[in-house]
């Protein structure tokens, strides 16, 4: 199992979000989106964070899927 962060992107497009705009409102570089755009690992502060700037829960911008 991976870690998807579809959630987040359709989340995004759906407040009209960009992936900058995110990571100045939650204080995280360009850099760790990229990662995140690429399907690679953050940490949870960094999910926290996310979470903290946009209101939601940890499910609402990240989820589980088989390979």
Known sequence: MVISYQRLWD????RKL???ELAKRAG???STLRVMTRGGNVSLDVLGKICTALRVDIGDVASFVDV
């Open 11 to 14: 989340l995004l497009k759906e």
């Open 18 to 20: 960009t992936k900058k």
């Open 28 to 30: 995280i570089s360009d």
